[in-house]
């Protein structure tokens, strides 16, 4: 965040041009469905999706509304909500340099329907620390929305006994069964990048990519004990140019 300015990391920042560089590079079969993108939110056609999805923006973390049931939402209300996203600077506010770089967007996405998932029907979000193509560690976000809850794995699944930021859910996740071809999945994405977190979901047609970044938690996300920083650090061989 500081001294890195490859185009690259704006690309991955981008939740919508990531998609375009995830298809180029693994193939869109890992990306979810894209129904609408657009700026003039008063145009979207919520007649035209169905019950469940996902509306979100491009330029930001936290810009993110999951419609569960559209018929019993007030479309008023999403309107307002993605219009204020758009007139926020997220790099700014953050500090991360490449939001400020994205010209903003609004996405609405399918809703992914897990069998991993919580009491809300929210699916678990996997995300996976790699390292120039090879992944370190894997944190798996539970209850996202009602009661956040954090595991950390290494690449075999042993459990790390660490808290990053929130605590530990009170049942550790099961190893997911198809947590092979989620790591594969997840190190072709990073492949020939340094370091990026790529965040994916177990969905009942195949891992699927929602979102990958280079500065998880604004880089101020901390770990308990503090030796795990220091360990993750480790596998990082920094590579940045301008």
Not at 33 to 55: E, Q, R
Not at 67 to 86: M, N, Q
Not at 111 to 129: L, M
Not at 139 to 150: T, Y
Request: aromatic share 14%; charged share 25%.
């Amino acid at each position: 965040m500081a001294i890195d300015r490859r185009p690259l990391l704006v690309t991955l920042s981008d939740k919508f041009k990531m998609r375009q560089y995830v298809a180029g590079k693994i193939g869109p079969h890992v990306l979810n469905n894209l129904l609408w993108l657009g700026k003039d939110v008063s145009t979207i056609p919520f007649d035209d999706f169905p019950k469940a999805f996902v509306i979100k923006a491009n330029h930001g973390s936290g810009f993110v509304r999951i419609v569960t049931d559209k018929s019993a939402g007030r479309r008023d209300d999403v309107i307002r909500e993605a219009g204020g996203w758009l007139r926020l600077d997220y790099g700014k506010q953050s500090e991360e340099w490449a939001y400020s770089r994205i010209d903003p967007l609004v996405m609405v996405e399918e809703f992914i329907e897990s069998r991993a998932k919580s009491t809300d029907g929210v699916p678990w979000d996997y995300k996976f620390f790699v390292f120039d193509g090879k992944c370190a560690m894997i944190e798996v976000d539970v209850s996202r929305f009602c009661g956040h809850a954090r595991a950390l794995f290494t690449r075999d699944w042993e459990h790390i006994p660490a808290t990053f930021t929130y605590p530990q859910p009170q049942k550790k996740p099961p190893r997911p069964a198809a947590l092979d071809e989620m790591l594969s999945v997840a190190e072709a994405g990073g492949k020939g990048i340094d370091f990026v977190r790529v965040d994916i979901y177990d969905s009942n047609r195949g891992p699927l990519i929602g979102e990958m970044t280079c500065f998880p938690a604004a880089g101020t996300g901390r770990f308990s004990p503090s030796y795990y920083d220091d360990w993750l650090g480790s596998f990082w061989k920094f590579y940045a140019r301008a």
